[in-house]
């Protein structure tokens, strides 16, 4: 069955760190795969978006990742601040289903 | 420009009770999602419409849940009647298109079933 998995345990670093986090999936061949934010009681807000003919993804300090062999996407956010702390959500979007599948999150968490 | 509207915010209502959510769209946004997200967990999607009409429904419970998009702008859902699982929070987005369009959600509706 189709499963897509972000990193179950919350993530905790120090500000001016990176964080990188994983999304992977099975039995998807998504045409698209998306990063978005969500703060507590709010509406996901869309980041970035990769094409799976794309390796690479920048956007001043966020990077995406995209390896269709390995079935895996890295979301990196570099010299990390408080104010980044929130849950991430990657979402997949298939050629013919035309509607995106989220995953459950990761709630990053970055101390001062 | 005006984001998604929801409302309302927050309802409480007793198991086996009605409930109507209501969703203003980004204006020209030919696209709306509704998704469920229960706590801990990614929003699922429950129906999406394009225009005025539904392009997948496949994941909402059609003997509780219903949703309409009236002259392919505002839209609501509804579930009649609630059961205790349905406690989450409903989500409408909308977008441009679909194959890659980033998706615009409002604030969302908490949903508590007692």
């Known amino acids: 069955s189709q499963k897509i998995e972000q990193n179950s345990e919350a993530l905790n670093i120090q500000e001016g760190k990176t964080a990188t986090l994983t999304c992977n999936y099975t039995n998807y061949s998504p045409a698209y795969l998306q990063w978005y934010r969500q703060d507590p009681g709010r509406g996901p807000v869309f980041l970035l978006l990769?094409?799976?003919?794309?390796k690479e993804k920048r956007k001043e300090r966020l990077k995406v990742t995209f390896d269709t062999t390995l079935k895996q996407s890295l979301f990196h956010i570099t010299a990390s601040q408080p104010a980044d702390s929130a849950t991430y959500l990657c979402a997949l979007e298939t050629w013919h289903a035309g509607k995106s599948t989220f995953g459950d999150g990761t709630t990053l968490t970055v101390k001062p | 420009e005006a984001g998604v509207a929801q409302s309302p915010r927050y309802k409480i209502i007793e198991k086996r009770q009605s409930v109507a959510f209501w969703c203003n769209p980004i204006s020209g946004h030919a696209t709306l999602y509704w998704y469920q997200q229960i706590l801990g967990q990614g929003p699922k999607l429950l129906i999406q419409?394009?225009?005025?009409?539904?392009?997948?429904d496949s994941q909402l419970p059609k003997d509780r849940f219903s949703a309409e998009r009236l002259k392919g702008v505002d839209s609501t859902l509804k579930i009649q009647p609630a059961k205790l699982e349905d406690s989450a929070v409903y989500l409408c987005?909308?977008?441009?298109?679909?194959?890659?369009?980033?998706?615009?959600f409002g604030q969302g509706t908490r949903l508590t079933v007692v």
């Open positions: 419409f394009q225009n005025n009409g539904v392009v997948d």
């Open positions: 990769i094409r799976e003919n794309e």
């Open positions: 987005a909308s977008s441009q298109g679909t194959g890659g369009t980033e998706a615009f």
